[in-house]
């Protein structure tokens, strides 16, 4: 069984401008939620989806925003992109949103912006 | 609002030594306890949680860990490491009703030198 697949591994944008996550979780999963990790905020959650809908939203400006479609598939999208946004960002799935669900974690994209 | 915190950010030790990664964490109502190891541009891997029962729960790669309610701790223990244990090492939460978001301590970083 495939994991939980993140394109690309490696992103480098400049600031202002924008770019989207992609993340495939495992068959049959159908909860998915994005992380933020940097070296000063350590992991920080951004958003969870469920069945295409947003479960769960984490503190962080409007520039960040996601979807999921009817695969499950989902993808994260960061307008305006600051100095700020760099960071390693982490894709998981679960196969429902139940808290004692186990969270299965992809290698994550590292964004730069320049 | 829950947080978490992991008192020791970096913990060298030789091999086959004991080892215990502190954690602490504080939330007005119930939570679930995890730890997670981040390997070198890896994603995250699930070591062990608590949800109910038994204070004591055991992991994968012979750690453990110990569920202390009254000082709301859960420190993460192992009896003998390997230099394969190498790795940042993530304490986090999760409140019962909030799906897959998890709250996490900002790591530690253990370092098993020959």
């Known amino acids: 069984k495939a994991g939980v697949t993140q394109t690309p591994r490696y992103l480098i944008k400049t600031r202002g401008q924008q770019v989207t996550l992609s993340c495939s979780p495992i068959s049959g999963h159908r909860s998915v939620s994005w992380y933020q990790q940097t070296p000063g905020q350590g992991l920080q959650f951004l958003f969870e989806?469920?069945?295409?809908?947003?479960?769960n939203k984490g503190n962080f400006p409007g520039r960040f925003s996601g979807r999921q479609f009817s695969n499950s598939r989902s993808e994260m999208n960061v307008s305006t992109l600051e100095l700020g946004d760099s960071a390693l960002y982490l894709c998981?799935?679960?196969?429902?949103?139940?808290?004692?669900?186990?969270?299965?974690f992809g290698s994550g994209t590292q964004l730069s912006v320049l | 609002a829950q947080s978490v915190t992991q008192l020791d950010s970096q913990v060298p030790v030789f091999e086959e030594a004991p080892v215990e990664l502190r954690c602490n964490y504080s939330s007005s109502v119930s939570v679930y306890l995890f730890w997670y190891v981040q390997y070198p541009n890896q994603g995250l891997q699930l070591l062990l949680k608590?949800?109910?029962?038994?204070?004591l729960v055991k992991g994968i790669n012979g750690f453990e860990a110990e569920f202390n309610k009254s000082q709301t701790s859960f420190h993460l223990r192992k009896p003998s490491v390997h230099i394969s244990d190498t790795a940042e090492y993530f304490c986090?939460?999760?409140?019962?009703?909030?799906?897959?978001?998890?709250?996490f301590g900002e790591g530690t970083q253990l370092t098993v030198n020959p």
């Open positions: 608590y949800l109910s029962g038994s204070t």
């Open positions: 989806y469920f069945s295409e809908t947003q479960r």
């Open positions: 998981a799935s679960s196969s429902s949103t139940g808290s004692n669900e186990k969270l299965f």
């Open positions: 986090a939460v999760r409140r019962e009703t909030s799906g897959s978001r998890l709250t």
